[in-house]
């Protein structure tokens, strides 16, 4: 496959990826708003911290790795697919090996809630390790994917697993309340089984069809799927193996850095559970346009950059035709996300008093909550840059430069939670997004470093990328100046009326700022309607 073929993949899979994060946001933030109106805020701190950290932990440790490694370069040219199935399969056993200790850690080792306002703790927590494990079973299924750009496949699979899951929970809430952390649980369950189900009923169509013999599929039986042993050959590739424990020994403090303001949440108890649930709300709302935007596009052109260049190698003893892709393309995304992420910026300070009042009235417009959306909407920016860089980063490192980024990783880990705790018994919760902004500046400024020297031979220059137009700056800079001085004056206890002539003068200045984009960045306006909007392409074709 060539590297043009690899890009258009990637681009269709970042355009899929992004429709279908614009839907799980999008149901998440409707559930929530209505979730908000029947339980509890200490049950939602519970159920989003407190769960979904010991969930979102024990998948991460027990598959990061693995998928990391076998979605790279190294995985794609030559590989042997049996040796690969049985080393994705290994993600089950750790699985329940972390499903284990960490369910011992959450029902022994931390504050258990009131079960007066919070019943069914300790089966919610069996429950939601359990989830983890059921949907471990489909991780080689996810990989063999992922590879060969099924994209349809993960859009189908997730929408009908997020469905399911949000019918579930709506149901359950409005006619057996008293259930309580039963809900959620029995709704994440169904999640994760019907994600599994979805692959394991794909594949078993699709080996031995036709459309697998045109795709020269290299597996052919459902059996193939299973680990097993092929006399003279190892179980599994070492060389893969060795290249899955460093991103291991990675795994864990990218969790701490991802996750980190949870676990500080968690184990130093540094906010209440209601708290934690305005915080988590606030936190998600913010997120959402990181998470949908900018998540897929790290996570597709991961993909991309992984099988263009070759891992650990000179670029000057690369093919240079590849190299000037991933160069231009590399400029191209990071003039997109910083311009994404100025506009979230600028816009999102003078609007998160009014989307926090229209999303969950005084209860989250009252208090710290506009304060803590406007410092997200400036690590928004910092989300986004560091997304794209990191995603060429580990593209493009040996094995050894992995190893030493790991060291990197350990001490921005340690100072992020010192950070994390010190700043938040200053500032609450916005102490939690000052930490996470330090701390990611210096992934960035790693990131940067990096780049710089590997194209610093060369004729590219994708760090250019990080340049917009003056014009552009001229109009976010008088379009910040305008949407706060309307705020002052017409948001937020003068009516609907008045809200409404507020958000028609942000709608005037983002349309500015749009001609602005189009005016000047001919380049990226280029480069989103050729590669990640895939329907233009089809137009063309």
Partial sequence: MSSQDILKNASTLASYNVLLQVMFRVLTFLLNA??????????????????????STLVFLSREA????????????????????????LTVPLGILWAFLLGCVWLWFLEVPDVQTVPYYGSAVVLFAISGVQELLAEPLWVLAQTHM???????????????KCSVTVVLVVFAREWGLYIFSAAHMLYTACLVLCYTVYFIRFLGSKEAARRSFPLHHVADLLPHRTDGEPLVDWTLARLTWSFFKQSFLKQILTEGERYVMTFLN?????????????????SMVARFIFLPI???????????????????????????????VL??????????????????????????DIYGGSLLSSGTGPSLLRCYSCYVLLLAVNGVTECFVFAAMSQGEVDKYNLVMLALSVSFLFLSYMLTWWAGGVGFILANCLNMGLRILHSLLYIQRYFQSSEWKPLRGLLPSPLLLLVLAVSAIVTSV???????????????????????????????????????????????LPRYRKKQK
């Fill in 66 to 89: 693995f998928r990391r490694a076998c979605l790279s370069g190294e995985s794609g040219k030559n590989c042997n697919w049996r040796q690969v199935i049985n080393l994705l399969w």
């Fill in 486 to 532: 309307s705020e002052v004056v017409l948001c937020c206890d003068s009516g609907w009326l008045f809200r409404l002539a507020h958000i028609a003068v942000g709608g005037a200045c983002l349309l500015l700022v749009f001609v602005a984009v189009l005016l000047t960045e001919s380049r990226l306006v280029q480069f989103v309607r050729t590669q990640l």
């Fill in 270 to 286: 540094v906010l209440s559970f209601g708290d934690q649930g305005i915080y988590d709300i606030v936190n998600n709302l913010g």
């Fill in 298 to 328: 790290e996570e597709s052109f991961y993909i991309f950059f992984a099988k263009v260049l070759e891992r650990g190698r000179d670029i000057k003893c690369q093919k240079q035709e590849e190299v000037a892709i991933a160069a231009e």
């Fill in 34 to 55: 209505f979730t908000l109106r029947f339980v509890s805020k200490e049950l939602i701190g519970v159920v989003n911290v407190r769960l979904t950290l010991l969930y």
């Fill in 331 to 356: 400029e191209c995304l990071l003039k997109l996300v910083l311009v994404i992420g100025l506009i979230i910026t600028v816009f999102g300070y003078a609007y998160s008093h009014l989307a926090l």
């Fill in 150 to 164: 099924f994209v349809r496949l993960k859009v189908v699979a997730e929408s009908l697993a997020m469905i399911a």
